[in-house]
């Protein structure tokens, strides 16, 4: 069964650094857009940043500068490099894998979502 799966969240201090991973597993790693979404109390969930299978990448203007998305395909791995954390920046991050079949639709999957808190 198609299986993304989260790690690297956890408390960190204002101006810190975090760095998320996340290993998809089942799927055609190299077929799908890669993407780093979160969602805060209260809020609706986000997109964060994505990369496409080429490479290409971009971002929410709120982390722009700060946090950086990159991929392995020889690990089947996301990773998103977190800096200069801001309190404001806390949420649970969800991964998603996206693919778009023609002629069928788009097809998502998603991670179980990783804590991040960022406070003094």
């Known amino acids: 069964q198609e299986q993304l799966v989260e790690s690297g969240g956890g408390l960190v201090q204002p101006g810190g650094s975090l760095k998320l991973s996340c290993q998809a597993s089942?799927?055609?790693?190299?077929?799908?857009?890669m993407g780093w979404y979160r969602q805060a109390p209260g809020k609706q969930r986000e997109l964060v940043a994505r990369?496409?299978?080429?490479?290409?990448?971009n971002y929410s203007d709120s982390v722009k500068g700060r946090f950086t998305i990159s991929r392995d395909t020889a690990k089947n791995t996301v990773y998103l490099q977190m800096n200069s954390l801001e309190p404001e920046d806390t949420a649970v991050y969800y991964c998603?894998?996206?693919?778009?079949?023609?002629?069928?639709?788009?097809?998502?999957?998603w991670g179980q979502g990783t804590q991040v808190t960022v406070s003094s």
């Open positions: 990369i496409t299978n080429g490479g290409s990448t």
């Open positions: 089942k799927i055609i790693f190299s077929l799908y857009a």
């Open positions: 998603n894998a996206h693919r778009l079949f023609i002629g069928i639709g788009p097809r998502d999957y």
